[in-house]
């Protein structure tokens, strides 16, 4: 039946996991305060909470960025990561799960969150996580549990196995029966729950319960299901053991239940991930780490303060570290821990050393980033693991609102983006504007405050510019002259040029065929520079592209020609031809893969249509049931704000990714729109 799971398995480390809103830093609160690490539970609401304790959390009531808090349960060392709820602040909980022994996975019975808590669950599937599944806010329950668990068992590829069954008095739930140990419990709000007898209708329901529960292990135990064939109750020791073992496999997903906000199930909580959830040396050998003496660690935050400098939030997998031991990085770089610091919500207290199993903060590693791997060995560690951030699907472009502050303004991005990966700076080259790409408009919305309030830069932010360019449809043959005379050298070129429309895609092609001289060679490639001067601006002001020029004669003066004569000659010709080559404005255009629910692709198609889209088919999503991928170019123009809308038609769980196709030609009232407004942004 496996080993002994009640032996020692060192410091662990849990994840809050959870769809937005479902209770985890109420949870969070809840076991602090049940295990005596704080003398009561904070509120989200007040602003007294250990976890979203950062001024934008505090703000805008929700978490922007993981948490960490330790605490002590019958003599274990627990540390629990709150992770932000919302898809827009994803990143941090996927840098962290890999680090992490168990998940605590908060949901509640709202069909509406279903797909997020697939989403998440899925995300721990894939890694290979143990988990449990916090039923939350069982006080306001108005389903049976069994109805309850049909609704979210969709979500799981694995069986979602019920460990607790609720106590009904009416419509109201006010305890709960534990099938693993036979017993029931009345709910104390913020007490421990009382122990009582279980009789009648409850007792026939915790057997049918029970029976149902052993069933799922006996799929996986073969000893169990003779037992079970055979009428045997098995030992409960031995229900316990297939529990842990059947959990940290991942063949099922068992279930409690709770109320974070009244403390109720905490302490259930609290004696599964005691008694059933691996330890950190599991942990490291499920991310492929070879045993070693030396100190393994995994970076999985990186937080800039405003007065400590850099910190790491590190899970230490292997050996002991000590302060001031120099770590090589998986990247490539070194540094020197200055600072061990133990983790407690904003209440960092300092460590001479760590051992394994234990999550701490790294002082002062300058040089290394999140996901990085980290050994006190004389080589750099293999990777163990690469997180790639998700494709940002929300831009704005921005400027330092004082000039002055455009220095500052780089090196705070900089920092934003070593903190939160999935924001991603571009630097715009006809612009000079910097875009900001995030993963929604919250995302965006806290980067720019963080911006402001901890890197002390106030910035100007405004939509990004559309990629729109220009071509001509029609060719002429054009004289470009340029003469100064001023005393001394003057300055003199000459050049007739032939412009032509070329195939969509192809871009600029120069050419020359000059007979005879009439432009000396050396002053050809000044031509060709007159050439892309011209084209950077149109006539209807925008870059233009798909052209062919050839230089096919001229003219030269023995002293006052020059190729600053020439490139400007070259400029006037294409300047003057331009206007008369039948301009026309392109925008871009781009695939769109949009995934979402199934029982959203009506609205999506509705979005589609309305944004000038073209919808080039849907198919279910592969892997994913209930959800379908549905694909169509889109003009970039429309893209914009996409996010929002597809996120409010899918409950928060949708999201697109979007690569370039094509430049298509606009028209028409469309045309003239995008050409006055630009004139007047100009």
């Given amino acids: 039946m496996g080993q002994d799971v009640r032996s020692p398995q060192g410091p662990r480390c849990i994840a809050l996991v959870g769809p937005f809103q479902s209770g985890k830093t ?56 709150d992770c932000p709820g919302s898809v827009e602040f994803a990143h941090d909980m996927r840098a962290a799960l890999p680090a992490v022994d168990a998940a605590v996975v908060v949901c509640e019975a709202d069909e509406k ?54 106590i009904w008095n009416g419509e109201l739930i006010e305890g709960f029966v534990d099938l ?42 073969d000893a169990l299901m ?48 005691r008694h059933e959830s691996p330890g950190v040396v599991e942990t490291a050998k499920r991310l492929g780490a070879s045993s070693q003496k030396e100190a393994l660690v995994y970076v999985f935050k990186t937080l800039h303060l405003q007065h400590g400098g850099k910190l790491s939030l590190t899970r230490l997998l292997a050996g002991h570290l000590d302060d001031g031991a120099t770590l090589q990085s998986s990247s490539g770089e070194a540094g020197r821990v200055s600072g061990i610091l133990a983790v407690n919500g904003a209440h960092d207290t300092k460590r001479a050393a760590a051992e394994a199993g234990e999550t701490i903060a790294l002082g002062k590693l300058d040089a290394i980033k999140t996901g990085d791997t980290l050994s006190s060995g004389k080589t750099a560690p293999a990777a163990l693991v690469q997180i790639a951030p998700t494709p940002p699907v929300l831009a704005m472009s921005l400027s330092a609102a004082d000039r002055k502050d455009d220095v500052k303004l780089g090196q705070a991005l900089l920092r934003l983006n070593e903190e ?40 100007k932010s405004q939509p990004p510019a559309i990629g729109y360019q220009e071509t001509i449809r029609k060719p002429i043959t054009q004289r470009g002259r340029h003469k100064k005379q001023s005393g001394g050298h003057g300055q003199f070129g000459d050049v007739v040029l ?52 050839t230089l096919i004669d001229g003219s030269y003066h023995s002293v006052d020609s020059s190729d600053l004569a020439f490139r400007t000659a070259a400029r006037i010709g294409m300047t003057e031809a331009l206007p008369q080559c039948a301009p026309v404005l392109l925008e871009p255009i781009h695939m769109v893969e949009i995934v979402c629910p199934t029982e959203a692709t009506a609205k999506i198609n509705a979005i589609l249509s309305a944004r000038r889209g073209q919808i080039l088919g849907f198919d279910t999503r592969e892997g994913w049931p209930g959800w379908d991928c549905v694909r169509a170019t889109m003009p970039e123009a429309e893209i914009g704000d996409l996010i929002v809308e597809l996120r409010s038609a899918t409950a928060g769980a949708g999201g697109f990714t979007r690569q370039f196709d094509r430049m298509a030609e606009v028209t028409g009232r469309a045309a003239d729109q995008i050409i006055a407004a630009h004139r007047v942004a100009a």
């Fill in 420 to 459: 939160d990966p999935s924001l991603t700076m571009i630097q715009n080259q006809r612009t000079h504007d910097v875009v900001l790409w995030g993963q929604g408009e919250m995302h965006l919305r806290v980067a720019l405050e963080r911006l402001r309030d901890r890197f002390g830069v106030n910035v």
């Fill in 26 to 81: 109420t949870l969070l609160e809840a076991i602090l305060a049940r295990t005596g690490a704080i003398k009561s539970a904070g509120s989200v609401d007040a602003g007294t909470s250990v976890g979203d304790a950062s001024p934008e959390a505090r703000h805008h009531k929700m978490g922007v960025a993981l948490s960490a808090a330790t605490t002590t349960f019958m003599g274990d060392s627990y540390t629990f990561i």
């Fill in 498 to 549: 032939e412009i032509k429309p070329m195939p969509r895609g192809s871009g600029f092609e120069f050419r020359e065929k000059v007979v005879g001289g009439a432009v000396p060679k050396n002053y050809i490639g000044a031509v060709e520079e007159g050439v892309v001067d011209g084209l950077v601006k149109g006539p209807l002001g925008f870059p233009v592209i798909d052209v062919e020029v």
């Fill in 226 to 273: 003779e037992q079970l064939l055979e009428d045997i109750q098995p030992p409960r020791d031995a229900v316990f053991d297939d529990l842990a073992r059947e959990l940290r496999e991942g063949l099922i997903c068992p279930v409690l239940l709770g109320a974070a906000s009244r403390e109720n199930g905490v302490l259930r909580l609290m004696k599964a991930l």
């Fill in 113 to 166: 969150k279903l797909p997020q808590l697939q989403i998440i669950l899925r995300e721990l599937e894939d890694l290979g996580i143990p988990r449990f599944l916090f039923l939350n806010k069982i006080d306001r329950a108005n389903k049976r549990i069994r109805e309850t668990l049909a609704t979210l068992q969709p979500a799981s590829r694995v069986p979602l196995v019920l460990r607790q069954i609720p």
């Fill in 180 to 221: 693993a140990l036979e017993r029931a419990f009345v709910y104390r709000e913020h007490k421990p729950s009382e122990v009582i007898a279980l009789q009648g209708g409850d007792l026939d329901r915790e057997k049918e319960a029970r029976f149902s529960m052993l069933e799922k292990l006996a799929d996986h135990d």
